[in-house]
């Protein structure tokens, strides 16, 4: 006779379907990536070609014979380098009323640990920045007020505007943790979310400034007594992934069901000119 056990819901197809999806929903660093090279990623070292097509030069039309210039796009690679896995074990013990809420317990858990380690490396991206895209330094770290937070989220928005990052159809976005958004939300210029219903804004942010959409991640943890805050159009930082596989064993030394999953995934930023970053001392 067969023995199942309440966990018999768990469904390795089910659990990879639905956790892509809330991870696609509500990740805060994803909704300021664009994703369009991430193709097909089976294994760890997949590569993601990307094509960066040339500047095109405009003359004046004089009485010389029109030149042409050669075109050269420029290509560079996506590697798909980082690999995580969870892993746990489901003790057939453990009595659930319903095995579609523990399902669900277990996705949104597994989904904010994922969360964590891919939105800390997405925002590490702010290396990338060039120093002219730079509000304050490590050396000299701006320090923020309720009075002078608006100047300074002015100047990281004009450094996007000046790089030609921002258009009408490229909004900027701007990324702080809550240490700063307490601040922030003490400014009379800041815009609550309520009060741009009009306008759609990202999912989870609450308000604009300095034209740039607000998102918080606690992710932005200090270092060495600073904060990187991080702003840009979405065309800046490409990312590809995949939850590769979940899988359901069963332990042989114990009345339990082992359940691991893998995720792939990797970044660059193709346009450092499309990000800015302020270096903010840490209260």
């Given at each position: 006779?067969?023995?199942?056990?309440?966990?018999?819901?768990?469904?390795?197809?089910?659990?990879?379907?639905?956790?892509?999806?809330?991870?696609?929903?509500?990740?805060?660093?994803?909704?300021?990536?664009?994703?369009?090279?991430?193709?097909?990623?089976?294994?760890?070292?997949?590569?993601?070609?990307?094509?960066?097509?040339?500047?095109?030069?405009?003359?004046?039309?004089?009485?010389?014979?029109?030149?042409y210039s050669e075109?050269?796009?420029?290509?560079?690679?996506?590697?798909?380098?980082?690999?995580?896995?969870?892993?746990?074990?489901?003790?057939?013990?453990?009595?659930?009323?319903?095995?579609?809420?523990?399902?669900?317990?277990?996705?949104?858990?597994?989904?904010?640990?994922?969360?964590?380690?891919?939105?800390?490396?997405?925002?590490?991206?702010?290396?990338?920045?060039?120093?002219?895209?730079?509000?304050?330094?490590?050396?000299?770290?701006?320090?923020?007020?309720?009075?002078?937070?608006?100047?300074?989220?002015?100047?990281?928005?004009?450094?996007?505007?000046?790089?030609?990052?921002?258009?009408?159809?490229?909004?900027?976005?701007?990324?702080?943790?809550?240490?700063?958004?307490?601040?922030?939300?003490?400014?009379?210029?800041?815009?609550?979310?309520?009060?741009?219903?009009?306008?759609?804004?990202?999912?989870?942010?609450?308000?604009?400034?300095?034209?740039?959409?607000?998102?918080?991640?606690?992710?932005?943890?200090?270092?060495?007594?600073?904060?990187?805050?991080?702003?840009?159009?979405?065309?800046?930082?490409?990312?590809?992934?995949?939850?590769?596989?979940?899988?359901?064993?069963?332990?042989?030394?114990?009345?339990?069901d082992l359940i691991?999953?893998?995720?792939?995934?990797?970044?660059?930023?193709?346009?450092?000119?499309?990000?800015a970053k302020m270096?903010?001392?840490?209260?």
């Amino acid at each position: 006779m067969v023995q199942t056990n309440s966990y018999s819901a768990f469904i390795p197809e089910i659990w990879s379907q639905k956790l892509n999806n809330i991870l696609e929903k509500e990740c805060v660093m994803l909704q300021c990536v664009n994703r369009n090279y991430e193709g097909e990623i089976k294994n760890q070292g997949d590569k993601v070609k990307i094509i960066t097509p040339a500047e095109v030069t405009v003359s004046t039309l004089g009485s010389e014979n029109i030149s042409y210039s050669e075109l050269e796009p420029k290509s560079t690679e996506l590697v798909i380098d980082q690999k995580k896995f969870f892993a746990f074990k489901i003790n057939d013990v453990a009595q659930v009323q319903s095995n579609t809420d523990i399902m669900e317990a277990h996705l949104k858990n597994a989904k904010k640990a994922i969360e964590e380690v891919q939105d800390a490396y997405l925002l590490g991206q702010h290396s990338n920045v060039a120093e002219a895209n730079t509000i304050g330094s490590d050396a000299e770290p701006v320090s923020l007020t309720k009075t002078n937070i608006y100047e300074h989220f002015v100047k990281l928005a004009l450094a996007l505007k000046n790089s030609n990052a921002v258009s009408a159809s490229k909004r900027p976005w701007v990324v702080i943790n809550p240490t700063i958004e307490a601040v922030l939300l003490q400014s009379t210029e800041f815009i609550n979310a309520f009060n741009v219903a009009d306008e759609t804004l990202r999912e989870g942010a609450i308000g604009r400034i300095a034209g740039m959409d607000v998102l918080v991640s606690t992710n932005l943890t200090a270092v060495s007594s600073k904060y990187y805050v991080l702003a840009g159009t979405n065309d800046a930082i490409t990312f590809a992934s995949q939850l590769a596989k979940i899988e359901s064993l069963r332990d042989k030394d114990s009345f339990s069901d082992l359940i691991r999953g893998l995720y792939l995934y990797g970044a660059k930023t193709v346009q450092p000119d499309a990000l800015a970053k302020m270096v903010v001392s840490a209260a």
